[in-house]
């Protein structure tokens, strides 16, 4: 059965590796995590912050030398930020005295916070930090109000801190709450908690305080934080902002739907820049980095204080061909409105189908492939009544343009819009549903070339970058449209003449765009939608040669096209074959794709890019025939020559035909690369021979196992058999497992490792964890019964590489057992015994 994970045992203090503070920080939050229902986080805004991000936010701060710090941390959960912030000035070792107090209501967490902040003082012990500590258990915003109330009354300044890190709570406020009146009392009003976390924080920074938060994105713009960024900014300078690819890798422990965002900021004069930096996740060592002006970011004119943030060169192209158009809808005459059909308040009036006095009733699912399709196979009804009480949530059957209002950044466009023909129906009204915005003018439809036009322009890929540069949440809302900025109705309606019977591609809208629009030369080195577009097609080329999911991102696009030296301008057929290393090869990324990445990260463009490109034998190393080092920065790599030759194929007749020969010849490629893989094979010692284990795998693993486990936990046992993913097993003392009472009919029923630690007189079973499960209740029982002929006790461990590995199988993992990660090699975790490596009778 599973177990209870409240019942686990953690280490004590004294057990705790100086040198694993944040390690054992992230296991507590993982444990923790698991307890906390997704109701409860939701309530109360919860989202405990992981290793990799505290670690990255604590890295932000920059006065880490003064000889007295005070911290802040509001809204402190288990203290995962605080004790990467203690961890970082441990290693500064120029700070006497470290003072933190965190703010925490939740009971649950508050015990878990206790017992990082011991471990933080331990830490600090170590390095003769005087440390002291505060845990305040009363609401953040409440105790903020009223110190900043007492100080204002005896005219003194509350300002305490020299530093601040928080995760804030999300969690929308009503404008009748308590809540919502303190923060007024402060100067603020804000519809989310987060916000006044923020501006709270601010006030309480001594001048030049450092302050980094972590929190959603949508602040940056919007009508319902203008009063907030108005405050937020005039009190601090923005410094740096982190963002990320992916919403899933920041908290993957939890459901966040919006895009989040690191700030580091300090009260003090703003600078005349600002550095913005990109990854796909918080551990992501692949950084793309962009300095950008002050006032590029927050424009010093604009009443919104709207914050842009440009994490690129081709960012800054697109706003500035955005700033080319400059009509307001209330320009055009047009407007946009949400649907006004909300199905569960309508649902008397909803059919499943068209028939007597309905009228056709469209929701986002007939949105398809930008066209309408209905009527749909779904259990969404596709017709309303058309009577007295639906009247007013119905609208004339005429041209309309239709968007959905939902999407994500991981979807191919942001804005999906799609024309309305009210020909395609006989009926005098229709229904949008309230998932859908709609396009009209005074109530009233558009007339089809306008809805042409409109509808091209919404789709192009000049609107959808700029769109994702200034949308951080999953809603395109109406106040999202009607802040963009369009094309004359000359314009529109010149786009709308070219769509005749069918709507045009995503490329042929494009050309639309550049030709009718921006007077673009298609050649332009400065074509923001020629860089996407080629970027695309690099990605739709590695997935077609057949490489995995984490090969197909903008790394290994760009990579792949420094190797062929093709700018963005350039025809696939002027592809060639230059000699280049790394740091050139991203230098061809900032010079012509207008991509700079971090320098330190061409380890990252080696490991996990141009070794898989050579493992596929699409490039090769040291053509040229001189001798270099393994790793050296001197290696140059070149593209295969028939690489070289299918790529210049790419977009003509001949592409299918030459990829599907091309995928067929690499065939005799895999004999030398199954060569060269024999040669990495991994090397263990056994008995005094020296044996190999197929690469990659368990067998990773199972090396650690043999080299770190055995010699710690099991001294002077005898090795009686070590599976290998590729030959079934290694080395297999049949013999001494008959002498113990045991015939084993199945290679697949073994663990991977058994041990006789002959001391003891114990059998001692593992499990390497990478793919299969652990030794859970049902395989416990089936190795208990598989054994049942030894007539010593056994003692069963799972193994795993990393805690955040273990992570998934935790409730899985049988009592009466232990547990081992590679990574923490010198501990073990048993699961309810009296003694760490305890053979339990049967």
């Given at each position: 059965?599973?177990?209870?994970?409240?019942s686990?045992?953690?280490?004590?203090?004294?057990?705790i590796?100086?040198?694993n503070?944040l390690a054992?920080?992230?296991?507590?939050?993982?444990?923790a995590?698991?307890q906390l229902?997704?109701d409860?986080?939701?309530?109360m805004?919860?989202?405990?912050?992981p290793?990799?991000?505290?670690?990255?936010?604590?890295g932000?701060?920059?006065?880490?030398?003064?000889?007295?710090?005070?911290?802040?941390?509001?809204?402190?959960?288990?203290?995962s930020?605080?004790?990467?912030?203690?961890?970082?000035?441990?290693?500064?070792?120029q700070?006497?005295s470290?003072r933190?107090?965190?703010?925490e209501?939740?009971p649950?967490?508050?015990?878990?916070?206790?017992q990082?902040l011991?471990?933080c003082?331990?830490?600090?012990?170590?390095?003769?930090i005087?440390?002291?500590y505060e845990?305040?258990?009363?609401?953040?915003?409440?105790?903020?109000?009223k110190r900043?109330?007492?100080?204002?009354?005896?005219?003194?300044?509350?300002a305490e801190?020299?530093?601040?890190?928080?995760?804030?709570?999300?969690?929308?406020?009503?404008?009748?709450?308590?809540t919502r009146?303190?923060?007024?009392?402060i100067?603020?009003e804000?519809?989310n908690?987060?916000?006044?976390?923020?501006?709270?924080t601010a006030?309480l920074?001594k001048p030049?305080?450092?302050?980094?938060a972590i929190t959603?994105?949508s602040?940056?713009?919007?009508?319902?934080?203008r009063?907030?960024?108005?405050?937020f900014?005039?009190?601090?300078?923005l410094?740096?902002?982190?963002?990320?690819?992916?919403?899933q890798?920041?908290?993957?422990?939890?459901?966040?739907?919006?895009?989040t965002?690191?700030?580091?900021?300090?009260k003090?004069?703003k600078s005349?820049?600002?550095i913005?930096?990109?990854?796909?996740g918080?551990?992501?060592d692949?950084?793309l980095?962009?300095?950008?002006?002050y006032?590029?970011?927050?424009?010093p004119?604009?009443?919104?204080?709207?914050?842009?943030i440009?994490?690129d060169k081709?960012?800054?192209?697109?706003?500035?061909?955005?700033?080319?158009?400059?009509c307001?809808?209330?320009?055009l005459?047009?407007t946009?409105?949400?649907?006004?059909?909300?199905?569960f308040?309508?649902?008397?009036?909803?059919?499943?189908?068209l028939?007597?006095?309905?009228v056709?009733?469209?929701?986002?699912?007939?949105?398809s492939?930008?066209y309408?399709k209905?009527?749909?196979?779904?259990?969404k009804?596709?017709?309303?009544?058309?009577?007295?009480?639906?009247?007013?949530i119905?609208?004339?059957?005429?041209?309309?343009v239709?968007?959905k209002?939902f999407?994500?950044k991981?979807e191919?466009?942001r804005?999906?819009a799609?024309?309305?023909n009210?020909e395609?129906?006989?009926?005098?009204?229709?229904g949008f549903?309230?998932h859908l915005?709609y396009f009209?003018?005074?109530?009233?439809?558009?007339?089809?070339?306008?809805?042409?036009?409109l509808?091209v322009?919404?789709?192009s890929t000049?609107?959808?970058?700029?769109?994702r540069?200034f949308?951080g949440h999953?809603?395109?809302?109406?106040t999202?449209?009607?802040?963009?900025?369009?094309?004359t109705?000359?314009q529109?309606?010149?786009?709308?003449?070219e769509?005749?019977?069918?709507?045009?591609s995503?490329?042929e809208?494009?050309l639309l765009?550049?030709?009718k629009?921006l007077?673009?030369?298609?050649?332009?080195?400065?074509?923001?939608i020629?860089?996407k577009s080629?970027?695309?097609?690099?990605?739709?080329i590695?997935r077609?040669?057949g490489?995995p999911?984490?090969?197909?991102?903008?790394r290994?696009?760009l990579?792949l096209?420094?190797?062929?030296?093709?700018?963005?301008?350039d025809?696939?057929?002027?592809?060639?074959?230059p000699?280049?290393?790394?740091t050139?090869?991203m230098d061809f990324?900032s010079?012509?794709y207008?991509k700079?990445y971090k320098p330190?990260?061409?380890?990252?463009?080696?490991?996990?890019?141009?070794?898989?490109f050579l493992?596929?034998a699409?490039?090769?190393?040291?053509?040229?025939?001189l001798?270099?080092?393994?790793?050296?920065p001197?290696t140059?790599?070149?593209?295969?020559?028939s690489?070289?030759?299918?790529l210049?194929?790419y977009?003509t007749?001949?592409?299918?035909?030459?990829i599907?020969t091309?995928?067929?010849?690499i065939e005799?490629?895999?004999?030398q690369?199954?060569?060269?893989?024999?040669m990495s094979?991994i090397?263990i010692?056994?008995a005094?021979?020296?044996?190999t284990?197929?690469?990659?795998?368990?067998?990773?693993?199972?090396?650690?196992?043999?080299?770190d486990?055995a010699?710690?936990?099991?001294p002077?046992?005898?090795l009686?058999y070590?599976?290998?993913?590729?030959?079934?097993?290694?080395?297999?003392?049949?013999?001494?497992?008959?002498?113990?009472?045991v015939?084993?009919?199945?290679?697949?029923?073994?663990?991977?490792?058994?041990?006789h630690?002959?001391?003891?007189?114990?059998?001692v079973l593992?499990?390497?964890?990478?793919?299969h499960?652990?030794?859970?209740?049902?395989?416990?029982?089936?190795?208990e019964?598989l054994?049942?002929g030894?007539?010593?006790?056994l003692v069963m461990?799972?193994?795993?590489?990393?805690?955040?590995?273990?992570?998934?199988y935790l409730?899985?993992?049988a009592?009466?057992?232990?547990?081992?990660v590679?990574e923490d090699a010198?501990h073990l975790?048993?699961?309810?015994?009296?003694?760490?490596?305890q053979?339990?009778?049967?």
């Open positions: 059965m599973a177990n209870d994970i409240s686990l045992e953690l280490r004590s203090l004294a057990e590796s100086t040198g503070l054992e920080v992230d296991f507590r939050r993982t444990v995590s698991l229902t997704q409860k986080k939701a309530s805004g919860q989202f405990l912050t290793a990799s991000v505290a670690e990255l936010m604590a932000m701060f920059d006065r880490l030398d003064l000889p007295e710090i005070s911290l802040l941390d509001a809204g402190a959960g288990i203290g930020l605080l004790a990467a912030f203690v961890n970082k000035v441990c290693q500064q070792k700070t006497l470290l933190i107090v965190a703010y209501i939740d649950f967490l508050i015990g878990y916070l206790r990082t011991k471990l003082e331990r830490e600090c012990q170590r390095v003769n005087s440390f002291n845990i305040r258990e009363i609401d953040f915003i409440k105790d903020t109000a900043l109330e007492v100080n204002l009354l005896n005219n003194t300044n509350q801190f020299t530093h601040a890190i928080l995760n804030p709570p999300y969690l929308k406020i009503n404008v009748h709450s308590q009146k303190w923060l007024r009392s100067g603020l804000t519809s908690l987060y916000t006044g976390f923020m501006a709270a006030q920074l030049k305080g450092e302050f980094v959603p994105r602040f940056c713009n919007g009508t319902y934080f009063e907030f960024r108005k405050m900014l005039q009190m601090m300078a410094q740096q902002i982190h963002l990320f690819d992916s919403r890798e920041t908290f993957t422990d939890d459901d966040v739907l919006q895009e965002v690191i700030i580091k900021a300090t003090e004069q005349s820049s600002v913005i930096n990109t990854s796909s918080a551990d992501d692949w950084i980095s962009h300095s950008v002006p006032t590029a970011l927050v424009h004119q604009d009443p919104e204080q709207f914050i842009h440009l994490p081709i960012s800054e192209q697109v706003v500035a061909k955005m700033a080319l158009f400059s307001t809808l209330e320009d005459g047009l946009v409105s949400t649907g006004r059909v909300v199905d308040r309508a649902k008397e009036y909803l059919r499943k189908n028939e007597k006095n309905t056709p009733l469209i929701y986002p699912i007939n949105l492939d930008l309408i209905y009527p749909r196979i779904t259990k009804p596709q017709a309303i009544l058309h009577v007295e009480e639906t009247d007013k119905l609208v004339p059957n005429e041209h309309y239709l968007c209002r999407s994500s991981e191919k466009r804005i999906v799609v024309i309305y009210a395609i129906f006989d009926c005098d009204y229709v549903e309230n915005n009209h003018k005074d109530g009233r439809g558009l007339s089809h070339t306008l809805a042409c036009g509808a322009y919404l789709n000049l609107v959808d970058l700029f769109f540069l949308n999953t809603q395109v809302n109406a999202d449209l009607r802040k963009l900025k369009y094309p109705l000359e529109l309606l010149s786009l709308g003449t769509i005749k019977e069918r709507f045009p995503g490329c809208i494009d765009v550049q030709n629009l007077n673009m030369s298609n050649q332009s080195d400065k074509n923001p020629k860089i080629r970027i695309d097609e690099a990605l739709q590695l077609q040669l490489f999911r984490r090969q197909l991102n903008e290994s696009a990579t096209l420094a190797l062929f030296d093709l700018k963005p301008t025809s696939w057929n002027l592809a060639t074959s000699l280049m290393g790394i050139p090869i990324m010079q012509h207008g700079t330190n990260t061409r380890e990252t463009v080696r490991r996990q890019t141009v070794h898989q493992d596929a699409l490039i090769v190393a040291n053509p040229d025939n001798s270099r080092p393994i790793n050296s001197k140059v790599y070149q593209i295969e020559e690489a070289l030759e299918l210049r194929t977009g007749n001949e592409w299918e035909k030459s599907s091309y995928l067929a010849s005799t490629f895999k004999k690369y199954a060569q060269e893989r024999e094979r090397p010692v056994i005094g021979e020296i044996k284990l197929s690469p990659g795998g368990q067998n990773i693993l199972i090396e650690k196992i043999i080299n486990f010699p710690r936990f099991t002077g046992g005898k009686i070590v599976g290998d993913t590729d030959e079934k097993f290694t080395h297999f003392d049949e013999a001494a497992l008959t002498d113990l009472g015939t084993i009919d199945s290679h697949g029923k073994m663990s991977d490792v058994i041990i630690l002959t001391t003891n007189n114990w059998l593992i499990e390497a964890v990478t793919s499960g652990p030794i859970n209740a049902k395989r416990k029982k089936d190795l019964s054994f049942k030894v007539k010593i006790p461990v799972t193994t795993f590489l990393s805690r955040k590995a273990m992570v998934e409730p899985e993992i009592w009466e057992t232990d547990v081992w590679a010198t975790i048993h699961f309810n015994g009296e003694h760490l490596l053979a339990y009778e049967i």
